[in-house]
């Protein structure tokens, strides 16, 4: 019998993903999303690459008796992995209410239904936010968290601790909290990607708008960071990369591979990229120009952060694969699939 797994947030950039590579290892998946930054589209996008379509319920996790009913009506969920929240750092600092109200009720109201329908395992969506600006790179997950510098960032943080509260209160549950760094490109089929509402905030999705046209620049927010080409340096990850390390994580609880009831991974590539080297990354991998200007930098950025991965190679045993040109090469072909649908 196929173990089942409730996605939060599943028809989202990461949450489809992931429901894809569950789903091909042989997990059932109920996806929940109240579909405020996603489309239903991507229910056919998973299909067309699992031949699965995934059970769907359109709906908002802050409301319990949606939960509720949901669980009601998929008895023997075993796991779930929540990543429904708001995300948006800028949005977060002009309404911070909404995203406290929102991220920290969706989680507390799973971990309230949890342990009332035997539900396992709890994969959270956790983000390298948390550690705020790094005193060293690589950064381990023994790195102190520092005080956050968006409420979305505090949201995480207060998430975490509030499962260590919850688990350390005898919860029957176990939890295992991915710290991402930053989740880039698309599917290979390009049946799903990343597909932010309005102007993009986020680099990638910013950058192949401007490759097609969409916008007629990219702006390098700033270029006298104590960098070794003076932009900012991140760690990109691949998100199918990303997604499978969800499947490592949701196997290591259901098959008690671990006597842990909480564990923290940094899942990154351990390889810190300037801004400037993906920009040339991406026009080596495709062949195509992306104009762009040197701006002002942008208030909030962390100057340089990557991870230190080896705990989630070791002990997770989960390794990112792909290279950075065949990430870029799937975000342009993701891009040119939304042109050819008419999408964008
Ligand atoms: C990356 C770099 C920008 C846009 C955030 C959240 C993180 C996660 C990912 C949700 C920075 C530069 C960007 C542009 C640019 N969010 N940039 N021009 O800020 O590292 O991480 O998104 O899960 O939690 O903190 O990602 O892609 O916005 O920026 O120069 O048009 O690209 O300054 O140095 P970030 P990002």
Not at 138 to 154: L, N, R
Request: with cysteine; glycine share 8%; proline share 5%.
């Amino acid at each position: 019998m196929a173990k089942k797994i409730l996605v939060t947030g599943g028809t989202g950039f990461i949450g489809s993903h992931t429901t894809v590579e569950l789903q091909n290892a042989g997990y059932d998946v109920v996806i929940i999303d109240n579909l405020s930054n996603s489309n239903i589209e991507v229910l056919d996008g998973i299909e067309k690459i699992t031949g699965i379509r995934p059970a769907f319920v359109q709906g908002d996790c802050t409301d319990i008796a949606t939960l509720r009913k949901l669980f009601d009506e998929n008895p023997g969920i075993d796991g779930i992995i929540n990543f429904a929240a708001s995300k948006a750092v800028g949005e977060s600092v002009e309404k911070p209410i909404m995203y406290y109200r929102n991220n920290l009720n969706i989680l507390l109201n799973l971990l309230d239904l949890m342990p009332v329908y035997g539900v396992k395992g709890f994969v959270f969506s956790s983000s390298c936010t948390v550690y705020g600006e790094p005193d060293e790179n690589p950064i381990t997950e023994s790195a102190p968290t520092k005080k956050a510098t968006s409420p979305y960032g505090a949201t995480k943080q207060m998430s975490e601790d509030i499962i260590a509260d919850v688990i350390k209160s005898g919860s029957p549950i176990k939890a295992i909290l991915l710290r991402y760094f930053n989740p880039i490109g698309a599917h290979p089929t390009a049946e799903i990607g990343e597909l932010p509402n309005g102007v993009p905030q986020n680099l990638v999705p910013y950058l192949t708008q401007t490759a097609i046209g969409i916008r007629k620049e990219l702006s390098v927010f700033g270029n006298d960071y104590d960098t070794p080409d003076g932009s900012c340096i991140r760690d990109f990850i691949n998100i199918v990369d990303l997604a499978k390390a969800h499947v490592k994580a949701l196997e290591r609880m259901l098959e008690n591979k671990s006597e842990e009831k909480l564990e923290v991974f940094n899942i990154g590539t351990g390889e810190g990229l300037s801004v400037l080297q993906l920009i040339d990354a991406f026009q080596r991998a495709t062949g195509v120009e992306v104009p762009h200007k040197i701006v002002g930098r942008r208030a909030g950025d962390i100057e340089k952060i990557w991870a230190d991965p080896k705990r989630a190679n070791e002990v997770l045993g989960w390794k990112a694969q792909e290279t950075i040109e065949d990430t870029m090469l799937s975000a342009w072909n993701w891009q040119k699939k939304l042109r050819e649908r008419g999408i964008m």
